[in-house]
T-cell receptor
Framework: DGGITQSPKYLFRKEGQNVTLSCEQN?????MYWYRQDPGQGLRLIYY???????QKGDIAEGYSVSREKKESFPLTVTSAQKNPTAFYLC??????????FGSGTRLTVV | GENVEQHPSTLSVQEGDSAVIKCTYS??????FPWYKQELGKRPQLIID?????GEKKDQRIAVTLNKTAKHFSLHITETQPEDSAVYFC?????????????FGKGTHLIIQP
């Protein structure tokens, strides 16, 4: 996956349950991002981190949380406060002066 | 914040013809404009990008033009081929080449008719 790995590929969440999506990169990139993709909506920014132990809210952060304890890892937790979590989630990283490298995505479905 | 509008939402062209997708942005401070191609069920992939100090950039059959005054930029694909069929997204960012996060358009579904 070009150095950035997301897991799992498919995830099912029950009502009221928290779930965590994994994103790992071996590209030595400082910046990492989480986007949500819905049909006809394009990609919307959830959270991003430019450096270890620091992260910023994006446009649609409510109901989500992140951590950045290691440069390589940027997990996203979808909490029970996110009322409409069914979507395709994309993680990306960016090195100096280059565009994003995306992971292959996680498709989350509420059951 | 930044707002990016993308048109059309669907574009159907005959194989061999050209395709043009247009985007406008709201923040005059934006300085980085990438284009991504996403095939069904796959991750977006960067196909070309342009920075605000350049008016046009070309890579084989793909070109991007930028009009800073009008705040719009366009993707041009010439001699279209069946493998060009995909969803294309434009994006814009006002800082660090995207370091603070890109704002994406809603996408254009390009269909190449044989």
């Amino acid at each position: 996956d070009g150095g950035i790995t997301q897991s799992p590929k498919y995830l099912f969440r029950k009502e009221g349950q928290n779930v965590t999506l994994s994103c790992e990169q071996n590209l030595n990139h400082d910046a990492m991002y989480w986007y949500r993709q819905d049909p006809g909506q394009g990609l919307r920014l959830i959270y991003y981190s430019q450096i270890v132990n620091d992260f910023q809210k994006g446009d649609i952060a409510e109901g989500y949380s992140v951590s950045r304890e290691k440069k390589e890892s940027f997990p996203l937790t979808v909490t029970s406060a996110q009322k409409n979590p069914t979507a395709f989630y994309l993680c990306a990283s960016m090195g100096r002066g280059n565009g994003y490298t995306f992971g292959s995505g996680t498709r989350l479905t509420v059951v | 914040g930044e707002n990016v509008e993308q048109h059309p939402s669907t574009l159907s062209v005959q194989e061999g013809d050209s395709a043009v997708i247009k985007c406008t942005y709201s923040d005059s401070a934006s300085n980085y404009f990438p284009w991504y191609k996403q095939e069904l069920g796959k991750r977006p992939q960067l196909i070309i990008d342009i920075r605000s100090n350049v008016g046009e950039k070309k890579d084989q059959r793909i070109a991007v033009t930028l009009n800073k005054t009008a705040k719009h930029f366009s993707l041009h694909i010439t001699e279209t081929q069946p493998e060009d069929s995909a969803v294309y997204f434009c994006a814009a960012c006002f800082s660090g080449g995207g370091a603070d996060g890109l704002t994406f358009g809603k996408g254009t579904h390009l269909i190449i008719q044989p």
